[in-house]
């Protein structure tokens, strides 16, 4: 079956950095594209980044163009976050998810904290 499992959550000061990862498995990693959301308290469920199977392209909401970059590495089915310059309206729980056969899969989340 289908498994995401995201790590790599904190607490961090205004203006540091995380990386996520997610690692997948249940699937072929390498045939479809990947996604992080993230979802703050009392707010809607958003998406922050993707990237399309081969890494050929990538995808950002505006309000983390420049600060987050998306990656994966196919051979360890794993899909990335680095996530700089944080702010602190980035608190959120951030998931990895896939569309696959036409089901939405989510992990657990990992929760990251901007905060001083």
């Known amino acids: 079956q289908v498994q995401l499992v995201e790590s790599g959550g904190g607490l961090v000061q205004p203006g540091g950095s995380l990386r996520l990862s997610c690692a997948a498995s249940?699937?072929?990693?390498?045939?479809?594209?990947m996604s992080w959301y993230r979802q703050a308290p009392g707010k809607e469920r958003e998406l922050v980044a993707i990237?399309?199977?081969?890494?050929?392209?990538?995808h950002y909401v505006d309000s983390v163009k420049g600060r987050f970059t998306i990656s994966r590495d196919n051979a360890k089915n794993t899909v990335y976050l680095q996530m700089n310059t944080l702010k602190p309206e980035d608190t959120a729980v951030y998931f990895c998810?896939?569309?696959?056969?036409?089901?939405?899969?989510w992990g657990q989340g990992t929760q990251v904290t901007v905060s001083s």
């Open positions: 998810n896939v569309d696959f056969q036409k089901n939405n899969y």
């Open positions: 249940g699937f072929t990693f390498s045939n479809y594209p």
């Open positions: 990237i399309t199977s081969a890494s050929a392209s990538t």
